[in-house]
């Protein structure tokens, strides 16, 4: 809306720089979402109220906790952004709107909404997963030590197999090399021989 007095150019300029603003919050907004989203359908399993849990979830379930954490923190980063810009609207009282703000302040009501609602979704996703990982470190206390301590000791049986297999390889290389070194020794000793004979 036109402010009292201003010039086109004046009111182009702010049109221009109003629709970029709410481009670029649009888009910060979809890729969040989107990424959250996609998170949630990953996790969707953990998340499930009859899902039970394993000896191998807890690293799962650390991991969706940090994700959903920061995804929480980028939602904030959302709400500020508005925030930020919506107090600007308004006049000195803090209540009555800015003539010529009304198409800024219903763009910043509906998506702090929208936002809002996204975070309560993300919060009580992260209330789930705490909630279940409490239950897997009550279910699995002293069982996950020995989860982890079967995982490196295989590992750890493979590291010395591979090395044994290496350091087989390497002497029977070895054994040839020397082999091969000796046969040509006695070779080269029994020409020197024959020529010794030969030699009046």
Do not use: W
Not at 137 to 145: A, P
Request: aromatic share 8%; glycine share 4%; proline share 2%.
């Amino acid at each position: 809306m036109r402010k009292a007095g201003e010039s086109d150019e004046s009111l182009k300029k702010r049109f221009t720089a109003e629709r970029s603003r709410q481009f670029d919050f649009l888009m910060s907004e979809e890729a969040a979402f989107q990424g959250i989203d996609a998170f949630s359908e990953r996790s969707g399993e953990l998340l499930k109220p009859d899902y039970q849990l394993k000896p191998s979830d807890g690293r799962k379930l650390n991991y969706a906790i940090t994700k959903q954490k920061e995804a929480f923190e980028k939602l904030n980063g959302l709400l500020k952004n508005l925030k930020d810009h919506h107090s600007t609207l308004f006049q000195a009282n803090g209540i009555t709107l800015k003539h010529g703000e009304k198409f800024h302040h219903y763009f910043n009501v509906k998506h702090f909404a929208s936002v809002e609602a996204k975070q309560l979704k993300v919060s009580r996703e992260i209330e789930t997963l705490e909630e279940k990982k409490k239950t897997f470190e009550r279910t699995f206390k002293g069982l996950q030590g020995n989860y982890v301590s079967k995982k490196r000791k295989l590992k750890e049986n493979r590291r010395k197999s591979k090395n044994r297999i290496n350091q087989s390889i390497n002497n029977f290389i070895n054994v040839l090399i020397a082999q091969k070194t000796q046969t040509g020794r006695q070779q080269h000793s029994s020409r020197v021989s024959h020529l010794r004979c030969k030699s009046p």
